[in-house]
T-cell receptor, first 112, second 112 residues
Framework: KAGVTQTPRYLIKTRGQQVTLSCSPI?????VSWYQQTPGQGLQFLFE???????NKGNFPGRFSGRQFSNSRSEMNVSTLELGDSALYLC???????????FGQGTRLTVV | AQKVTQAQTEISVVEKEDVTLDCVYE???????LFWYKQPPSGELVFLIR??????QNEISGRYSWNFQKSTSSFNFTITASQVVDSAVYFC?????????FGKGTKLTVNP
């Protein structure tokens, strides 16, 4: 059974640009969550989707957005990139709310 | 609000020593789930264990053991006879009625 797949693995963008990250969950998992990980702030929750609906949202500016498709694949978008957006972005999928979340390898975004 | 505290930022031990990673949580929910994850240098979070709030039974899996005590709101993780391959950042996490919340992590270094 394939794990959570995130693409791309690495990304370098310039300030002001926008970026889209993709996440394919484990087959059968309908819940997808996104996290931002930085050395200073640790793992911070961005948003959670279940069956194409956003279930929870973290405390991030509106430049961060996401969506989930009918096949449970999810994308997150960051517009008007800032240097501080440089981070490891992790996606996780789970079969149910109370179940363990399985993480992808992450997308390392560097904003220059 | 939910909160997870991992007071130990970094721990360094010599191979074969036992080490305990502390985790204290806060939640008003009566039903909640606790997790431990391991993040090796490669970056991917690896699920280790899930415990629900109604099951205070301790668990042992090989060299790993977990001690869940609701009375002290703690869910500590012990590695017996540590090995160099155990070197990683370990995260404790909590999920109640809200999103999955992570502690700041404890970086464990096991020296040969």
């Amino acid at each position: 059974k394939a794990g959570v797949t995130q693409t791309p693995r690495y990304l370098i963008k310039t300030r002001g640009q926008q970026v889209t990250l993709s996440c394919s969950p484990i087959s059968g998992h309908r819940s997808v969550s996104w996290y931002q990980q930085t050395p200073g702030q640790g793992l911070q929750f961005l948003f959670e989707y279940f069956s194409e609906t956003q279930r929870n949202k973290g405390n991030f500016p509106g430049r961060f957005s996401g969506r989930q498709f009918s096949n449970s694949r999810s994308e997150m978008n960051v517009s008007t990139l800032e240097l501080g957006d440089s981070a490891l972005y992790l996606c996780a999928s789970s079969s149910a709310r109370e179940s363990e979340a399985f993480f992808g390898q992450g997308t390392r975004l560097t904003v220059v | 609000a939910q909160k997870v505290t991992q007071a130990q930022t970094e721990i360094s031990v010599v191979e074969k020593e036992d080490v305990t990673l502390d985790c204290v949580y806060e939640t008003r929910d009566t039903t909640y789930y606790l997790f431990w994850y391991k993040q090796p240098p490669s970056g991917e979070l690896v699920f280790l264990i899930r415990r629900n709030s109604f099951d205070e039974q301790n668990e042992i899996s090989g060299r790993y053991s977990w001690n869940f005590q609701k009375s002290t709101s703690s869910f500590n993780f012990t590695i017996t006879a540590s090995q160099v391959v155990d070197s990683a950042v370990y995260f404790c996490a909590l999920r109640g009625s809200e999103k999955l919340v992570f502690g700041k992590g404890t970086k464990l270094t096991v020296n040969p």
